[in-house]
């Protein structure tokens, strides 16, 4: 025990130096550390195989709605639509005498169209446009759209823009007064 004196000022005991500051460090052996199998992150073999796999049969999906599916569907609301025959029926003002009731068929490769003119069948006119179209047992509807087509057409005689679902490009009727023609006039 250390005495007190009346004179005696504390003095604190001298701090131990730490081993880390007067000595240098040893080389310390460990055990080897096994070496991991070399990733590219996400994508190593299993996930390629995972994504592909998606891939394919993401394309199989998108094959299956575009050639199956929506053709169905399709084929189905003309079915609904239209019957069997595809008979359509529009009435238009194409400039001959009042509006002209129309009745358009596809039918063994030809476009029938029917005129009643100022909706009477006794000023009736048909029309037929042959189409080529090499083994097409499918049935298709027509549609008919009054438009300008000519530069210089009359006012109030448009000619009719004819449409085959299926068929490409449009055909038109170019309309002459009292009917219509293929032929520009």
């Known amino acids: 025990m250390?005495?007190?004196?009346?004179?005696?000022?504390?003095?604190?005991?001298?701090?131990?130096?730490?081993a880390s500051l007067s000595e240098r460090p040893t080389k310390r052996t460990t055990e080897p550390i096994a070496e991991l199998p070399e990733s590219h992150g996400w994508l190593n073999k299993r996930n390629v195989f995972f994504l592909s796999?998606?891939?394919?049969?993401?394309?199989?999906?998108?094959?299956?709605?575009?050639?199956?599916?929506i053709p169905a569907i399709a084929d189905t609301s003309q079915q609904w639509n239209y019957g069997n025959g595809r008979i359509s029926?529009?009435?238009?003002?194409?400039g001959h005498g009042g509006t002209s009731h129309f009745v358009t068929q596809?039918?063994?490769?030809?476009?029938l169209i029917i005129e009643f003119q100022a909706g009477t069948a006794a000023h009736a006119k048909a029309y037929t446009i042959p189409l080529l179209i090499s083994g097409s047992a499918k049935q298709h509807s027509v549609t008919l759209t009054p438009a300008y087509v000519r530069p210089h057409a009359t006012p109030g005689t448009p000619d009719l823009v004819i449409t085959v679902s299926d068929i490409t490009?449009?055909?038109v009727l170019y309309n002459t007064g009292n009917g219509f023609s293929l032929e520009v006039q």
Request: charged share 10%.
């Open 2 to 18: 250390v005495e007190k004196s009346p004179n005696h000022v504390y003095t604190p005991p001298m701090p131990t130096k730490r």
């Open 53 to 69: 796999f998606g891939m394919l049969a993401m394309l199989a999906l998108w094959l299956t709605l575009q050639l199956v599916i």
């Open 89 to 94: 029926q529009f009435d238009l003002n194409v």
């Open 106 to 111: 596809y039918w063994h490769q030809e476009v």
């Open 169 to 171: 490009p449009p055909i």
